[in-house]
Every structure is written in C-alpha cells, then in structure tokens.
C-alpha cells in the first residue's frame, strides 16, 4: 500500500533573502499598501544600534510607534501593553526587528487586536476557540537568532500566574512576509545565534524523527540540518561570513516544513517548554540540553531515521545521539541539566508538566506516563 497523507501549506506570502532589511520592509509596506506601520522591536538593538532607527527612518511617517519592552519566553502582561500600545496607534502593520520571543508575542498581539483584548485575563478567550475572530493587522518579521518562529502560525506566551508556556495559534498569525537579512544578526550575542540554530537544528531532527514525518518534510528538515550542521561552526570561527550566517538562515528556515505543515515534535521540544516557562532556561539551551538525551531515548524506536540525521550532518554510521553531543559541544554550548542549575529535585514537578504539553505524547517511542519523561531527564542531568 502506498502512504496516504496530506501537506498543509502555511498563509506565508513570500520570504526575502539576502537584501538590507531595513530596504526590504519599505518595499513591502509599500506594496502592502500600509499606512500605520507599528515596530515590536529588540531593546538592545533599539539602544545599542542604528538597525531600528535605520528602519524608522526607511518607513518615514508611516512609522506610529515602537514597543521595545519584550521580556524573553514572551510574557501576557507584555504583551498586553504591546497590544494596548499597537491598538492607540491604530497600526495595520506590525513589523518585528528581533529574536523569537518578539515574533512570537507579536503573533499573540494580532489576536489581541482582532478580538478586543485588553486584559491579561483577557487572554484565556483567545487560546484556541473556534469562535475567535482572525487577525486583520497582519506581520512582517525580520528575525535576529535562528529559532525560526516567524515560519509557524503558533505563539508560545508564558503565563505568569502558573508558570506554565500556552499555544495561542491562528493560520493568519503567521507572518505575511519574513526578511533574512544576515547583516542584522551581527548584533546577536554568538550564544545566542548559536544556541538558537541547535534549536533550528532540534526542529531538523525531531521533525525527521517523527513517526508522522513525510517524505516533502524530510527533503527540508535534512538539507536545512546539513546548511546548519556546516554553518554554525563557520559563524563560531569567524562572525564576519555573512555567507555562513545566510546558511544558518536558510537552515532555519527549512527546519520549519515539518512544523508549518502540521509535523508534530517530540519531547525535547515538549520538555523545552516546561524548562523555558518554569525555570527561564532560554529556548536555544533547552534544546542543546534534552536534544541528545532525547535522541538516546528514542533510539529503539526510529534507529533507521536517526541514521539518516547522523550521515545529513556529515558522520554516516554514528549514532546521531553522540554526534549531536559533540556538534553541541563543539559549539560551547550547555550540555546537562546541572550546567543550567536544575537538579534532580525538579524532575517529578518538570516531569508532570511535560505531560501536558502537545508535543511529549506525539514522541516517536510512546510516553504513556511522567516515568518516562524522568527518564529523559537523568539521561541529561
């Protein structure tokens, strides 16, 4: 019997490689036919650099307002004032200048603004009902790290009150327009750019892991993982090769088939989460940390697919659990749990919540309860 199955394609209009971004976005607003043009944007580039004025400055008087005030993992309350602040102005465009959690939070404003929330609280009526109202300001981003966020429909937005990451997802919130420009990364502290391409490169992995990968999602997910595997290192040695940070780019940018077209992730992906939301560990670390345990774990039941994950980063033969610990190492990135302070004590709390998270019961070897999960953990403590 031949396979069955079917490819969901994203509301992503076009993705722009290679040009000054600041050029690149004028050019769209202008095709757009926007007016009130609002910026979510990176404080330290805002303070630190010319980018944003750079872009201000190329977007003239359609620019309306600039909210700078993102906190990492993407907080309600911030998101909130991004909104309040993007609804005063009357903006009908948001363009984010900045890493994940600015896409991310920007994709949550748009829900914000379509269904008349106001308040944190608010909140809980937008978060997957099918009575929600789709964005009508839409985005453009201009990503500064590799997580590539801005390619998926889905916003994770921590909620303070439990600690917990939520979903907050629409097909309309995905960008409309993505701007790769590796001149802008410059500016990206390496672990950060780093350690977010190993989460492009958890995207890569998991996606061609996944019991439910196809074969257009796995043409992606192993080129992008081979532009990644080679690339990181070339950007580690020398930060000025915008060829290898455009590398990394498209790399990214690949990692996200699996996931825009509705291939789930596993759990390092879900335990990533819970160790973002509860103890601030950054997106790009979770993944340096569970990835290799996770691909250990899992090895009985996909050792084929991770073979062909070790020989798209250069190493045919090897176990890709002990390839991807080296690849990460290489790069100087954390590798254990003790290493970003979280001891055993937190593994049966951690454990319980990765449970709840849409990605550790789509694992390819099932996890049926948190004894699996606990595990994981001890295989990356």
Known sequence: MPASGHIVFSRMDEVIYGKPAAEAAAQLVQRHGAERVFLMVSGTLNRETDEIERLRRALGNKCVGTFDKMPAHSPRSAIIAAANQAREAR???IVTLGGGSITDAAKAVQLCLANGVTTVEGM???RGTAEM???????ISIPTTLSAGEFSGMAGVTNEA???KEMFRHPLTIPQAVILDPEVTRHTPMWLFLSTGIRAVDHCVEGICSNESTEFTNASALHGLSLLAR???RVMANPGDMEARLDCQTGSWLSMAGLAAGVPMGASHGIGYVLGAMFD????HTSCIMLPAVMRWNKSANAKKQATVAAAMGHPGKEAGDVLDDFIRGLGMPRSLGEVKIGKESFERIAAQAMGTPWVPRNPRPIPSPTEVREILELAA
């Open 162 to 164: 439990t600690k917990v």
């Open 231 to 233: 690339g990181l290192p």
């Open 133 to 139: 109202k789709p964005p009508t300001v839409r985005q």
């Open 281 to 284: 560990v950054p997106h790009g």
């Open 91 to 93: 903006a009908d465009l």
């Open 124 to 126: 809980d009526a937008i």
